[in-house]
C-alpha cells in the first residue's frame, strides 16, 4: 500500500505563489506515476497536472499550464507542485494521487492512491 499526506497549501494573495509537496510512504514510490487533482466547492475533481515515475514528461491541464510545475524527488519520496500567477480561480482543495503508469494519466480511475488533501485559499 502506499500513503500520501499532502502539505504546503494556505491563504495567499492573487498574484502569489505556492508550493505543495506531497510525502509518499509504503511501496516504492519510484514506480507510481503521480498526479495532481483539484476539487473547488460546487465542483468536480478536475486534473491539474502529471509526472511519470521517471520524473518525465510532464502533463498539465490547459487552465494551468505555464503556471504551475510538477516535479519529483524519488530519492526524498516527494512530488512538489509549484503554483505560480495565482488567481482566485485556483482555490480549491488539492490532492495528490499514485498509480501505475499508463496514457490515461489524465483520468481519476487511473489512480489507485490519494492523499487527505490540502486547501489552497486564492484572495483578490
Known amino acids: 500500500q502506499v500513503q500520501l499526506v499532502e502539505s504546503g497549501g494556505g491563504l495567499v494573495q492573487a498574484g502569489g505563489s505556492l508550493r505543495l509537496s506531497c510525502a509518499a510512504s509504503g511501496r516504492t514510490f519510484s514506480s507510481y506515476a503521480m498526479g495532481w487533482f483539484r476539487q473547488a466547492p460546487g465542483k468536480e475533481r478536475e486534473f491539474v497536472a502529471a509526472?511519470?515515475?521517471?520524473?518525465?514528461?510532464?502533463y498539465y491541464a490547459d487552465s494551468v499550464k505555464g503556471r504551475f510545475t510538477i516535479s519529483r524527488d524519488n530519492a526524498k519520496n516527494t512530488v512538489y507542485l509549484q503554483l505560480n500567477s495565482l488567481t482566485p480561480e485556483d482555490t480549491a482543495v488539492y490532492y495528490c494521487?499514485?498509480?501505475?503508469?499508463?496514457?490515461?494519466?489524465?483520468?481519476?480511475?487511473?489512480?489507485?492512491?490519494w492523499g487527505q488533501g490540502t486547501q489552497v485559499t486564492v484572495s483578490s
Open positions: 494521487a499514485a498509480g501505475p503508469n499508463s496514457g490515461r494519466y489524465y483520468a481519476p480511475y487511473e489512480y489507485n492512491y
Open positions: 509526472i511519470n515515475w521517471s520524473g518525465g514528461p510532464t
